[in-house]
Every structure is written in C-alpha cells, then in structure tokens.
C-alpha cells in the first residue's frame, strides 16, 4: 500500500520545494512587467500551475527555472496584451503596507504612478525587454531567451522603451 | 557633424551595443558634447526604472501562503479535468471511423459518377427474343417457336360486387405488365374473396 502511496508524496513534496524556491523570484518578474500585486499574484499562481501540469519539465532544476522564468515572463506579457492597458489599484486596495505612514504611502504611489503613466506608453513587449535588461540586469542574450525572439529585436525593444520612457520623462519635466 | 540616432545613443546608455559600433560611437562622443549629454540623459532615466520595479510592502509570508495554496487548488482542478475521459469525437477509434466514413462517400460519390457516366444498356430486344407473352380472358400464355405455355384460371369469371353500397363490375383477371418483359395477373374467387396472382418473366 506505502509502495503506492509513495511516489505521489514524492512528487507532491517536489512541486511544494519547487515552488518555495522560486515564488517570490516569480512573483517579482511578474509584478516588474504587470505593475500591479493583484494580477502579479493571479498570474504567479497561473505560471507555477501551467509548470507544473508537465512535471518531466522539472526533473533537471536548472533548465526548470529557466523554463519557469520564460513561462512567467510570457504570461505577464500575454496578460498585458489581453488588456490594452494595465490596471493598477487604488490606495485603499493597495496590499498592506507595514510600515510607512500614510503621507509616505500617498508620496510613494503617486511617484509610482508617474512612473507608470510612462511604462503604459510602451507595448508589452518593450515594457518586458526594459523591465528584464535595466532592472533585472539580464544580458540581452538571455532577454532573447527568455522573449523567444532573436537579440537584435530584444535591442530594437530595448532601443525604442528607452527612448519613449525618457521622452515621456522629459515631457512632464518640462 | 553626422550625429548617431536616437536608438544608438538608448543603447549606449545600457552599453548594448557591438563593439564595432561602440568604439564609432565613442569616437564620436569624444567630439561631440550634444550626444555626450543625450547618453547621459539616458542613463538619468534608466536609474529612475529601479523605483518603479520595487515591490510595495507586503505581508509576503501570508502572500505567498495563499498563492501556493491557489497553485495545489489549480493543480487539483487540473488533474480533474484530465481524468475526464476524451470525448468521443477525440477518440482514434471515432476519427478511424470518420475517416472511413469519408472514404466511403467519396467513393459512392466516383461510382455513382462513372454510372451516371456509362449508363447501363436498356434490356436487349435479343433476351424475349421469340418469346411472346399474351394475356387471354382467363389467364396468360407464353409462346416461344412453336410451342405455347398457358396459365389458365377456367373457373375465372368476371363478377360484380358492392362498393360503397354500389354494384361494381369487377373482372375475373386483372393484368400487369412488367418493365423488364414480364406479365402479372391476378385472378379473385369471387366465393371466397381469395387473390392469386401469377407472373411469368420471359428470358
């Protein structure tokens, strides 16, 4: 009966390690690109299951998280895709914070919203080729890997998300 | 001057260029001011995406709680929906079986087609040839050379009956011509009501 039982444990204990290890990684790539918590949680959730419905994908630990990563990424932008823009949540909604004030947190999500408002002016292709190169500090390379697309177009995305962020930037200065 | 476009300089500023075209660019950013400041314009920016990307405080242990507890809720679901079995149209023995269904219209369709195509001789003359079938008043003979073959019903008479409350003439034999070179007749008792019908084929 334990010979049964055994290997479904087995399996059941490697997907737990295997999603410890990686959430919060995950979860922050995504919430790079989505720039939300609500929906970086949903498509963490999203990612980690589409992963784990193919489990001879995770026998070596390396290549998984590699996989996992390139199933994260495109999931967020899959998702940005769906939605021509992304949401953000109000305040009141906003995950709860534990240790800034109320004046911090109005001069925080208003910073953020600034930024934002920038980052919706990129496709979601740029926005995740920019968030992957400049806050992940990925080699291009692996922002091709991780895109399916080859590196010169990762350069064109990056190339182009620069340029409109800082025209964005330089607009509101102004 | 000949200044670098704007993609050049972006990619600079994150040092994503080629060296072949990183050491042009540097050439020219040393004689040039405008793009030295445009490079570093760049760079000013880029150093803002780190404030955008930075998680808001969150309480991350009951966060990440959840969501695994989502993910096994998700995989459960996953693993029932999979042990469905596959609908029938999903079913090789239901495709093999389309297939063959398709196959056999199509071959209905071509032989239909080579019929409608080459129709099929009409009866020869050849096959009653010196056969003559002839009906009588009581019945049917068939000649064939010099000999004759009669089906006679003596006792057949020609009768009248009620229907519908009026007398109706009824004849003792009634006669059926068959396409294909045959005869039919019916004779009715009329004791008895009784039907008997005969048919003779010429070949």
């Known amino acids: 009966m334990s010979e049964v039982i055994e290997p479904g444990l087995d399996v059941l204990e490697r997907q737990n390690r295997f999603v410890s290890e990686h959430l919060r990684g995950i979860f922050v790539r995504i919430y790079r690109i989505v720039g939300n918590a609500a929906d970086a949680q949903d498509l963490t ?19 998984a ?10 999931t967020a932008i899959d998702f940005l895709r769906r939605r021509s823009r992304a949401t953000f949540c109000e305040l009141d909604e906003a995950p709860e914070s534990l240790s800034e004030s109320p004046e ?6 208003e910073q953020r919203e600034y930024l934002e408002d920038g980052l919706r002016l990129l496709s979601p292709r740029e926005r995740a080729a920019l968030m992957l190169r400049d806050v992940e500090g990925m080699p291009a390379e692996e922002v091709a890997r991780q895109m399916n697309c080859s590196k010169a177009t990762v350069r064109s995305h990056i190339a182009n998300a620069r340029a409109k962020f800082r025209g964005y930037v330089l607009k509101r200065k102004r | 001057m000949n200044h670098p476009n704007q993609a050049t300089l972006a990619l600079q500023a994150g040092g994503d260029l080629g060296p072949l075209a ?4 540097e050439r020219h950013l040393a004689r040039c001011g405008r793009c030295r400041d445009e490079v570093a314009s760049f760079q000013a920016v880029r150093e803002l995406l780190p404030e955008v990307a930075t998680l808001p405080e969150i309480r991350w242990n009951r966060l990440a709680a959840e969501m695994k507890a989502n993910i096994r809720l998700g995989l459960a679901a996953g693993d029932c929906v ?3 079995p596959a609908p029938l149209r999903d079913t090789p023995l239901f495709a093999g079986a389309r297939a063959a269904v398709a196959l056999a219209s199509v ?3 071509m032989v239909t087609g080579l019929v409608l195509q080459h129709p099929a001789p009409k009866p020869e003359a050849a096959a009653i040839e010196g056969v003559e079938l002839q ?5 049917i003979q068939v000649r064939e050379g010099g000999g004759t073959l009669r089906l006679l019903d003596g006792g057949a008479q020609d009768f009248g009956m009620q229907i519908n409350g009026r007398l109706r003439y009824v004849p ?5 011509p068959g396409a294909q070179g045959s005869m039919g007749a019916g004779y009715m008792d009329p004791e008895t009501g009784y039907m008997t019908v005969t048919n003779v084929y010429a070949e």
């Open chain 1, 65 to 74: 998280a590699q996989w996992l990563s390139r199933i994260a990424t495109n």
């Open chain 2, 22 to 25: 990183r050491w042009r660019l």
């Open chain 1, 45 to 63: 959730q999203e990612t980690f299951i589409k992963a784990l419905q193919h489990e001879e994908q995770l026998k070596d630990e390396f290549k």
């Open chain 2, 135 to 139: 009906t009588t008043a009581h019945g």
């Open chain 2, 82 to 84: 999979r042990a469905e």
């Open chain 2, 107 to 109: 071959l209905v369709l």
């Open chain 1, 104 to 109: 911090q947190m109005l001069l925080r999500s």
């Open chain 2, 172 to 176: 003792a034999v009634t006669y059926t």
